[in-house]
């Protein structure tokens, strides 16, 4: 009871199944969000600052302790939440025993026990590969498939001579180009960057010929010298400069090379190694059950730190503490490569989702176009009609989503959203100041439902390591822990009031913000308008409002 004065009081008013929640904050807590500006945190704290609570440590966090000490002695009804990113590294000792287990099949007889169309999907399904187990790693940008579709149909037409029933997608294919043309020069001007380096580097090695060792250059070798050739100190430092960023450089043009031999080129296609018809939503025979990394040099490792969040259990001092316990298990289903998904593999990792008893579908990916839009708001809707809810990161290019199209999307064009069980979350920080939205955090007043932790959260890495990342991936990933717990221990909640819950039941921040942006020039604006809820995840909040909406539907 103590709590439920200390904490949002709440009002819930059940007519029908359909009901209202109405939320109020007592001065109390108001003032106790207010007084921790400018808050310092410690090691300790910085760890796993998500999880504490905005009243008690006056960090802007989601309160996953309290509502672990509210669970206790409850009991819980297991649930699958299915994780739809990349593929993932299953040997990370903060996540052993956390996998979904398809009991209906029998693993490793190259068969399809349960006839649902897989063979072998023991843990999930890996929809960037092929039957005979070669992996996609890297992908065209979904821009550049775009192009390569239409270009023999729009290349040479004029704007006033296009037809009003391609007028849409002529319009796509227009923002596709500009996106396109605008990437190959940013690559292009940043491998001329690196080469003008490299210049620099070869003239100063040049003339200081005859003082350089014949060996390898490092740091250490080069700053030994600045004593003894006062007459070179300033080249001597520029040297060293350019020495140590090296491996950057190094890893950068590989970067960019690989982005435009792939993303950016329209003759390469992954397609050709899956084998699929990638405009044939029916053809699904293709992809493995390698839904775990490789020894490859292409290893992805973008599912490992969104999966800790949720599931990680901390086995020692610098583990990761995740809002799951024992209350889910993962279902593994990797669309997303080094590029951008393709709709088809979203569409059918939705739908295999839902067909094999996923209650949550977590999808920390996005991307700025659609080549087969309605193909994954079919699989949205589907989900809809069979109570699965879908929770989305909102992407981290400080776009407004109400301006600017954003993918996967329930809705079309910014129209009415068609369902009511998908969540888009945007990341906050821990600073209760005009800084407490992410910078890089896309937004939206429409667009965007909830923000939540986002900014240099501790999570599991590959290869045993872990780290602080940033990112509305991290955000996502913590919404979709509080609905699995939510879904775990009140099932009869359905999708769409689990949605309504977590909005509802989150904390209100009445103070201005800056305004994401990619502009040095910061906008400050009320925290509340760059959402539909107007807040940011509170897990304890949530879990109180989900018992008190139970017991009303119980009754």
């Known amino acids: 009871m103590k709590h439920l004065l200390t904490y949002i009081f709440l009002l819930i008013i059940l007519n029908s199944c359909a009901f209202k929640?109405?939320?109020?904050?007592?001065?109390?807590?108001?003032?106790?969000?207010?007084?921790?500006?400018?808050?310092?945190?410690?090691?300790?704290?910085?760890?796993n600052w998500q999880h504490n609570d905005p009243l008690k440590d006056t960090i802007a966090g989601i309160s996953t302790y309290l509502a672990h000490d509210f669970l206790k002695n409850k009991k819980a009804k297991p649930v699958v939440i299915a994780i739809i990113d990349s593929r993932l590294d299953t040997t990370h000792k903060d996540i052993q025993n956390i996998l979904w287990v398809n009991s209906d099949e029998i693993p490793n007889n190259n068969i399809d026990d349960d006839n649902n169309g897989f063979i072998d999907d023991i843990h999930g399904w890996n929809f960037l590969g092929n039957s005979n187990g070669n992996q996609v790693y890297r992908s065209n940008g979904e821009?550049?498939?775009?192009?390569?579709k239409y270009a023999p149909k729009f290349e040479n037409l004029r704007d006033t001579n296009v037809p009003k029933k391609v007028g849409y997608i002529y319009e796509h294919y227009k923002r596709a180009i500009k996106e396109y043309d605008n990437e190959i020069k940013i690559a292009s001007e940043n491998i001329h960057y690196l080469d003008s380096l490299d210049q620099i580097r070869n003239k100063i090695e040049t003339q200081l010929v005859s003082i350089?060792?014949?060996?390898?250059?490092?740091?250490?070798?080069?700053?030994?010298?600045?004593?003894?050739?006062?007459?070179?100190?300033?080249?001597?430092?520029s040297l060293s400069n350019?020495?140590?960023?090296?491996?950057?450089?190094?890893?950068?043009?590989?970067?960019e090379e690989l982005k435009l031999s792939t993303t950016l080129n329209i003759d390469y296609d992954e397609r050709d190694l899956v084998g699929d018809n990638e405009n044939d939503i029916k053809d699904i025979s293709y992809g493995n059950n390698k839904i775990y990394i490789d020894s490859s040099f292409n290893r992805h490792s973008h599912a490992i730190k969104t999966i800790g969040v949720i599931f990680a259990k901390k086995n020692d001092k610098i583990g990761v503490t995740g809002?799951?316990?024992?209350?889910?298990?993962?279902?593994?289903?990797?669309?997303?490569?080094?590029?951008?998904?393709?709709?088809?593999?979203?569409?059918?990792?939705?739908?295999?989702?839902?067909?094999?008893?996923?209650?949550?579908?977590?999808?920390?990916?996005?991307?700025?176009?659609?080549?087969?839009?309605?193909w994954v708001l079919e699989a949205i809707k589907y989900a809809n009609k069979r109570d699965v809810l879908i929770i989305k990161s909102?992407?981290?290019?400080?776009?407004?989503?109400?301006?600017?199209?954003?993918?996967?999307?329930?809705?079309?064009?910014?129209?009415?959203?068609?369902?009511n069980n998908f969540l888009k979350v945007g990341a906050s920080t821990n600073m209760i100041d005009s800084t407490l939205v992410h910078s890089n955090s896309s937004y939206g007043r429409e667009e965007v439902d909830i923000f939540a932790p986002g900014k240099y959260v501790f999570t599991t890495l590959n290869d045993q390591k872990y780290g602080y990342r940033s990112g509305t991936s991290l955000s996502s990933a913590l919404v979709t822990g509080v609905a699995g717990l939510i879904r775990s221990y009140y099932p009869n909640l359905t999708a769409s009031e689990v949605k309504q819950i977590?909005?509802?039941?989150?904390?209100?921040?009445?103070?201005?913000?800056?305004?994401?942006?990619?502009?040095?020039?910061?906008?400050?604006?009320?925290?509340?308008?760059?959402?539909?809820?107007?807040?940011?995840?509170?897990?304890?909040?949530?879990?109180?409002m989900a018992e008190k909406v139970s017991k009303k539907k119980k009754k």
């Open 212 to 237: 350089l060792p014949k060996t390898n250059l490092s740091v250490e070798i080069i700053d030994s010298l600045i004593n003894t050739n006062g007459n070179y100190k300033k080249e001597l430092k």
């Open 242 to 255: 350019l020495v140590a960023r090296e491996a950057w450089a190094k890893g950068r043009r590989e970067y």
């Open 323 to 374: 809002i799951i316990k024992n209350e889910a298990r993962a279902m593994i289903l990797p669309v997303a490569p080094y590029g951008d998904s393709h709709d088809k593999d979203i569409a059918l990792a939705i739908r295999y989702a839902v067909d094999n008893g996923a209650k949550v579908i977590n999808m920390s990916l996005g991307k700025e176009f659609s080549l087969h839009e309605n």
């Open 502 to 544: 977590i909005m509802e039941s989150g904390v209100s921040y009445d103070i201005m913000v800056n305004k994401p942006s990619t502009s040095k020039e910061k906008e400050l604006v009320p925290f509340s308008s760059l959402s539909k809820s107007g807040k940011i995840l509170n897990a304890y909040n949530a879990l109180l």
């Open 21 to 47: 929640f109405e939320n109020f904050q007592s001065d109390k807590r108001t003032k106790a969000l207010l007084i921790s500006k400018n808050q310092k945190l410690s090691a300790n704290q910085w760890q």
């Open 143 to 148: 821009y550049t498939r775009i192009i390569r």
């Open 394 to 419: 909102a992407g981290n290019r400080s776009f407004n989503l109400d301006i600017i199209l954003n993918y996967p999307n329930d809705s079309k064009n910014h129209s009415k959203e068609l369902t």
